[in-house]
């Protein structure tokens, strides 16, 4: 079997492979991590970021979960592959989300803008027609009316896709 590259936290580093963390439910592990961790967390946020991790290793055939008695927690073991992992250890506990975008996304996100804007000015222009051929053939208006309002439409979702990758754009 191909050694796995496995990325994880400093904290969970600590307890698992340091001080050889083995035979455990998730509860020893959040205190563990919990006492080893520089960075204070609310007790709920740990545990879902223990049980996160738990999964992972678990779908990575890192640990194993053992049901061995009813009624009382699952223990957690390691497998043959836990030592054998590479381990890629963060700097800091992460909430699985990026701290900044990558430039890709940010050239993404200014294409997208650029199309949404484009497409609005369309749309205003198609509006501003069906209401100028309104005005100036008013036999037309009660047939132009739905297609009048489905470009006012448009324009509005338009004009909020762009509000909304501004403000992508400006935390990035």
Partial sequence: MAIQKVNIQQAFYDVLIE?????????????????TSH????VIELRKLV???LNRLINKGLIVKDHACEGKKPVYLKTASF???NWHILDHITNDTPQSISEGTTEW?????????????????????YKDLCKQAPHLNAKLQDVRSKAREQSSRLLGEIRALKIAMSIS
């Fill in 51 to 53: 049980y996160r991790t």
């Fill in 83 to 85: 030592d054998t992992a």
């Fill in 19 to 35: 001080r050889d963390f083995d035979n455990f439910t998730a509860l020893q592990l959040r205190d563990a991590v919990g006492a």
């Fill in 39 to 42: 960075e204070k967390r609310k």
């Fill in 109 to 129: 996100l200014n294409e997208r803008l650029e199309q949404c804007e484009s497409d609005f000015i369309a749309c205003l222009s198609e509006f501003e027609t």
